[in-house]
Every structure is written in structure tokens, then in C-alpha cells.
């Protein structure tokens, strides 16, 4: 079965450092990968996507990237942090051929505090 | 740009009564359209899957309806029961790979 993994499960950075966070998959082979950041209260912002290694689309400009450097790993990194990068991080997986479900399935997340 | 909203941010119910959520959006239909559910602090968890062309999905005690031309999902959790507190997602697929969520519903069911 495919399970997926994030880490680290809580954070708290001051402004200006750096951030790498980091997700796996387990089971499965050329998954979708999603990074969401859902600010408290608030519905989930996609962030960034990749539908193969090397390949990642950017929803939103702003201080974050992302890279996948391993068909199921996906990282998302800041250079520096920004007081309005706090928020929960979520990595998810979807199903990398088409007409298969779409369904997306989420990793436990990060919750990120920048002070 | 794509709109998605969800109906009030707080639902409170009885156990045993019907919840309805509506989920509401703009523009052009989605092809299908997702529900999921999220417990405080985890992860969404997905719950239904309908297509533009389906009228109706089923799944235990939920039902999820889709009405193309009011553009709008409902989604019904029938004999409520207090495990089904939670906030749910309505999560639209405009465009390729990508799915658009909407803020979410939270609902508390009463004993």
C-alpha cells in the first residue's frame, strides 16, 4: 500500500532563516506531487505541483521553492522566512496516470511557526 | 479567476439529523468534483468523487449531488453522529492535475 511521509511533523524558525521540508512517497511510482499551505482558518492554498522529476509548476510567487530531485521525494525550501510563511504545510500524492482517480492523499503536514 | 465558496464556516447539528453543505462556484464547470473531510491538525482525507456528468453519488451515509447548470455541489451527511465533526472540503478540478479547495465547512454534531 502507499503511504506517504513529512517531515518534520512541527517547526518554529525566526525570520530570516532558511527552510527545508521534506516529503516521500512510498508504493507507488510517477506520482503527481502537491505542496498546500493552509494558514489557520483557512482553506488549502496550492503552492506548488510536479508531475515528474524535475518538473514543478509555481502557483504562487513568493519566497518558497520547491524541487523534486527523486521520482518521490519533494522538497519545498525558502532561502529566507518570512513571518507570513507560518501555516501548515501539506505534501500530497495523486495517482500519475490519467483517467485513474484523481483522489489526492495527504501527508500528516508540518505546522510551521515563524517568529 | 475561479471562485469556489462554501456555505457558513460553522454548521451545528443534533446527532441523528441530516447536515447539508453547499459548495458554490464561478465561471466555467468543473469536470468532477471531490469532497474531503479534515480532523483538526491532520491531513484531508478524501470522501466522494462525482463527474460533471453525474447527478448523484453515494457512500454509506453520505450523498454528494451535482447541478451543473446552478453550478453547485451539495454534500449531505444523513444520521448524524458526533464522529462526524470535522471540516469539509469541497475541492473542484478546473484544470489538469490540479484541484482548487474550497475554505471549508466545519460541523459539529451534537449528542
Known amino acids: 500500500s502507499q503511504t506517504i511521509h513529512q517531515w518534520p511533523a512541527t517547526l518554529v524558525q525566526p525570520v530570516g532563516s532558511p527552510l527545508s521540508l521534506e516529503c516521500t512517497v512510498e508504493?507507488?511510482?510517477?506520482?503527481?506531487l502537491y505542496w498546500y499551505r493552509q494558514a489557520a482558518g483557512r482553506g488549502l492554498q496550492l503552492l506548488f505541483y510536479?508531475?515528474?522529476?524535475?518538473?514543478i509548476s509555481s502557483e504562487v510567487p513568493q519566497n518558497l521553492s520547491a524541487s523534486r530531485p527523486q521520482d518521490r521525494q519533494f522538497i519545498l525550501s525558502s532561502k529566507k522566512l518570512l513571518l507570513s510563511d507560518s501555516g501548515f504545510y501539506l505534501c500530497a500524492w495523486s495517482p500519475g496516470l490519467a483517467g485513474v482517480s484523481n483522489e489526492q492523499f495527504f501527508g500528516p503536514g508540518t505546522r510551521l511557526t515563524v517568529l | 479567476s475561479q471562485k469556489i465558496e462554501q456555505n457558513s464556516e460553522a454548521l451545528n447539528i443534533q446527532e441523528g439529523k441530516t447536515a447539508t453543505l453547499t459548495c458554490n462556484y464561478t465561471?466555467?464547470?468543473?469536470?468532477?468534483l471531490q469532497w474531503y473531510r479534515q480532523d483538526p491538525g491532520r491531513g484531508p482525507v478524501f470522501l466522494l468523487l462525482i463527474r460533471e456528468n453525474e447527478k448523484e453519488k453515494r457512500k454509506e451515509r453520505l450523498k454528494v449531488t451535482f447541478d451543473t447548470t446552478l453550478k453547485q455541489s451539495l454534500f449531505h451527511i444523513t444520521a448524524s453522529q458526533p464522529a462526524d465533526s470535522a471540516t469539509y472540503l469541497c475541492?473542484?478540478?478546473?484544470?489538469?492535475?490540479?484541484?482548487?479547495f474550497g475554505a471549508g465547512t466545519t460541523v459539529t454534531v451534537r449528542a
Open positions: 475541492a473542484p478540478r478546473f484544470n489538469d492535475y490540479k484541484l482548487s
Open positions: 510536479s508531475v515528474g522529476i524535475g518538473q
Open positions: 465561471n466555467y464547470s468543473p469536470a468532477y
Open positions: 508504493g507507488t511510482s510517477n506520482p503527481n
